[in-house]
Every structure is written in C-alpha cells, then in structure tokens.
C-alpha cells in the first residue's frame, strides 16, 4: 500500500537490506568463466604493449 513506512528492523536496517546483501554476495562470489579470464588477459596484455 502506498503512503506505508518502510519496515525497519530492531538494528534499522531496512527489511530487504538482508536480501539484497545475499544475492549480491552469491553474484560476487560466482567463478568468472574461462571466456572472460580469457579476455581481461588480452586487456591487461594490450596495455603492457
């Protein structure tokens, strides 16, 4: 319902803070695919070059 507090836990953190802080932990720690190791190498080699 609009016009409603945001729920705030006894700590103040808002109620949706802790989901966020999940998904953006298990994004954070996903193994990066060979494909993109692959590519920040050819970064990182051109601008040695």
């Known amino acids: 319902m609009p016009g409603l507090p945001p729920e705030v836990r006894k700590d103040g953190e808002p109620g ?3 989901g966020l802080r999940k ?5 954070v720690e996903e193994p990066l695919p060979d494909s993109f190791k692959d590519l ?4 990182d080699d051109n601008d040695d070059a």
């Open 23 to 27: 998904l953006y932990n298990s994004v």
């Open 16 to 18: 949706w803070a802790g």
């Open 40 to 43: 920040l190498k050819k970064l």
